[in-house]
């Protein structure tokens, strides 16, 4: 496996284009990666359960108020 520096210097090394290529690639790549996590997340039983519980019981307790615009 390459490691970051080898892999920065490989791209200075290719042709402009060929550098915008790996970067919308690497974009996509990522963005797949957090839909991914997020969709994991939002599943019953994963991290986001935490955070609702917390906002509801926040809630009940009247701790939130109204967002005025």
Known sequence: MSTVQEIE????????????????????????EWDHEMKKDAKPGGKLDR???????DVKAG??????C
């Open 9 to 32: 210097k490989a791209i200075k090394q290719l042709p402009r284009q060929q550098a915008w290529d790996v970067a919308n690639w690497l974009h996509d790549y990522l963005d797949d």
């Open 51 to 57: 955070m609702v519980s917390r906002v509801k019981a």
């Open 63 to 68: 701790k939130v108020s109204e967002i005025r």
